[in-house]
């Protein structure tokens, strides 16, 4: 079964500071895309980033980079600089090539300090 | 581009009563659409995936018979929460797949669905 775990129900960071949120995951399949969305209190789902597993360099979004470690199946979202427009629920999610279903961890809660 | 749209937004209803929600990719034609259902703070939970002109696949433990879906047309779907209840109230996001763009999934605002 392929799961995604997010470990962290709630972090919390200072404004301009960086802040790594976890994810890690199980799949036995070799060739998936992983991403991560932002949902603000809006609730509209928005992409932030996303990585190609076949891909060895970590994708990168302007303040948005991630720490993908395919062998341990790790997938972490690093926020540089971080702004009060980044609190949000942000969602770890595995694409199912077979069926393009996404399955979902459990989501962190990021709070900016200003 | 890559733009999906939910409609209504909110919606209030008696217990007892029928009630649709429309998705519609606007700029792009979609193969596949899918529901989900979200709890207060908590994850989406897939409740059906559909593709265009042929029958819903429903998750297990969803309701088909009151979760109807159909996606007539490659730009729109619908769900209707059939005989609505207090415990169908929730919020339900739509998103949209073409395997023209990135192969990637975009969602809807969401609906927001309150059972009295």
């Known amino acids: 079964a392929q799961t995604v775990t997010q470990s962290q129900p709630e972090m919390s960071v200072q404004e301009a500071e960086t802040v790594t949120l976890s994810c890690t995951y199980d799949t036995s399949e070799s060739d998936y895309y992983l991403f991560w969305y932002k949902q603000p209190p809006s609730r509209q789902m928005i992409l932030v980033i996303r990585?190609?597993?076949?891909k060895q360099q970590n994708a990168t979004e302007n303040r948005f980079s991630v720490n993908f470690q395919k062998a341990a199946k790790s997938f972490s979202l690093k926020i540089s600089d971080s702004q009060l427009g980044d609190a949000a629920m942000y969602f770890c999610?595995?694409?199912?090539?077979?069926?393009?279903?996404?399955?979902w961890g459990a989501g962190t809660k990021l709070i900016i300090k200003p | 581009g890559a733009v999906v749209s939910q409609h209504p937004s909110r919606v209030i209803c008696k217990s007892g009563t029928s009630v649709k929600i429309e998705c519609r990719s606007l700029d792009f034609q979609a193969t596949t659409m899918f529901w989900y259902r979200q709890f207060p703070k908590q994850s989406l939970m897939l409740m059906a995936t559909s593709n265009e002109g042929s029958k819903a696949t429903y998750e297990q433990g969803v309701e088909k018979d009151k979760f109807l879906i159909n996606h007539a047309s490659l730009t729109l779907s619908t769900l209707t929460v059939t005989s609505a209840h207090p415990e169908d109230s929730s919020f339900y996001i739509c998103?949209?797949?073409?395997?023209?763009?990135?192969?990637?999934?975009?969602f809807g605002p969401g609906t927001r669905l309150t059972v009295l």
């Open positions: 998103s949209a797949r073409s395997p023209y763009i990135l192969d990637e999934q975009f």
């Open positions: 990585q190609e597993a076949y």
């Open positions: 999610a595995l694409h199912r090539d077979s069926n393009y279903q996404l399955i």
